[in-house]
């Protein structure tokens, strides 16, 4: 059995893979990469919500596996009390009045980027959908509309890898340094004059005098920039791709369950494939000891489908219950953007489905994006059907 996340073949569809680990290895090793997976709902959870056990501090990718990694990509690399005092610091600008508030301005970006495409009739999904976050994202940031479509660009080389590749190639440290210099240049205007913006509320964040630092709010920008723009492109193409191969839950999405096609895409088809943990102590997982130090893969992706929680696990079911899902992670890490993921993807839903009476997709004209930790379409061409 073979598990390697960086395999472009396995990330175009890892689900039979994610199968055979939970069922046969569910502590798997992979000696030549050098790390321990688990697979199961059951491990990814308590993994998730045991920080002292598995630890971020060395990165959250095998990747950008370094003990400094927090520099890179901020309070996810860190541990209590580190990463409790930078969550309390970022969730000031995630406040949910802060999100409620962005509804007319997600809907009217929504609107803006859906109309010509739904006029011409036949477009390209992913390369549609993927303008509406980093319009949403830039318009909660305050980055200048004409700096958006380069944002876009920078986000997307941040994720791509060649095909087996398992380190980080010279692109992705280009597209970051560019986006630290903007960052930083963002930062110096708010706080020269304060907006109502999400960079403004990080600068002026303030638990009894702690604040945070430049390098600290771009890591969180860095963050932002990155995970809110992919995640919610990729998840809006996988609800309308797997709403388009099972028609019966289609149905029941155009009849309105539009909050259980964004859950059970979550839970099914997620973006989020999987993160890494460092062991602090060797642990006993499935009756072998796993030593300190150990680089472990939590595949919550694996975990959504896992039959011992979901009935039919592999069934795409818009009636079902998905309380249970991992799509956000669970515990101290749990997505801070996860609202925000889900405003986007409702709204974005809800017009399409307005709009649209039917649709097709072409399969020959479908491309991935190759990424051992995001999971999408580079390309989704779409045929619609207006009402």
Known sequence: MLYNPFDHALQENPYPTYAR??????????????????SRHADVNAAFRDP??????????LEMWAPDASALVGFLAMDPPRHTRMRALVSRGFTPARVAALEPAVRAVARERLAPALEA?????????SAIPVYVISELLGVPREDRAEMLRLSEILITRYDGDTEIP???WEAAGALTAAYKELI????????????????LADIDGDRL???????????????GNESVTKLAANAWYQAWLHPAQRAIAWRGAIAAWVEETLRYDGSAQMVARRLTRDTVLHGTTVPAGARMVLLGASANRDPR??????????????????????????????ALAR??????LEELVAAVEGYDVDETGIGFVHSPNLRGFRALPTTVTLR
């Open 188 to 203: 110096a205007e708010r706080r020269a004059r304060p907006h109502d913006d999400l960079v403004s509320a990080l600068v």
């Open 121 to 129: 009739g036949t477009f390209d999904f992913a390369e549609v959908v």
């Open 170 to 172: 010279q692109t992705f």
């Open 309 to 338: 929680v979901f009935p039919h696990a592999d069934r795409y079911d818009l009636t079902r219950d998905t309380g249970q899902a991992l799509a956000f992670g669970s515990g101290p890490h749990f997505c801070l953007g996860a």
């Open 343 to 348: 405003l986007q993807l409702r709204i974005v």
């Open 52 to 61: 002292a056990l598995f630890s971020s501090a060395h990165g959250v990718t």
């Open 21 to 38: 680990l939970r069922d046969g290895a569910p502590l798997y090793r992979n000696d030549d990469l050098d790390f321990w997976a688990l």
């Open 213 to 227: 630092g430049d390098d600290e709010i771009v890591a969180v920008l860095s963050l932002i920039g990155v995970a």
